[in-house]
């Protein structure tokens, strides 16, 4: 991670941290579960145009391991930002509930739903349950790669 970290932010731009950083550590993620969870990128997730839920998400993590389209249950959502994560809770709240909407649809609503925002360098861990939203009080620095991992692991359990 070291090295795509130093790229990353030599690079120092959103695309580059998602690429370098983001996409490498959540496909571990994926590689660790293998047909447990799905991992998508950059896919159109318009489920409630007219209530502003629409657009295309970074990154979301589904509990299937069907990985040739999106299927339910969605577990998680990552939002990256290029320096500014407090900038980016919004639009991934908006993101988890249009995920609950989601699930809950399809037939397989979750308990709990995550998120995250993250500028690669830095994350940040959102929680939806019902119509609360949580925020863990702790940004996680990727130099901490490992924590990181254990808590998308345990996220990819419950």
């Known amino acids: 991670m070291s090295r795509y ?17 983001i996409a490498p550590l ?13 991992l998508f990128s950059g896919i159109e997730f318009n489920l409630d145009p007219s209530d502003g839920l629409k657009g295309r998400c970074d990154f979301i993590i589904s509990k299937s391991g069907t ?7 969605v577990m998680m959502l990552v939002e990256a930002k290029n320096e500014n994560l407090i900038a980016g809770i919004p639009p991934c709240v908006a993101e988890m509930i249009a995920a609950q909407r989601f699930n809950e649809r399809k037939g397989r609503p979750l308990p709990a739903l995550y998120g995250a925002v993250t500028t690669g360098s830095l994350w940040l861990f959102l929680k939806l ?21 254990g ?4 996220i990819a359990l419950s």
């Open 67 to 73: 990985q040739l389209s999106l299927t339910a249950p």
């Open 5 to 21: 970290v130093l790229l990353a932010t030599a690079i120092n731009t959103e695309k580059a941290r998602s690429e370098w950083i």
């Open 129 to 149: 349950e019902g119509q609360q939203v949580f925020a863990d009080g702790t940004e996680y620095s990727i130099q901490s790669a490992e924590k990181i991992l």
């Open 26 to 38: 959540l496909a571990e993620l994926k590689f660790q579960f293998k047909d447990q969870v799905s």
């Open 151 to 154: 808590i998308l692991k345990a």
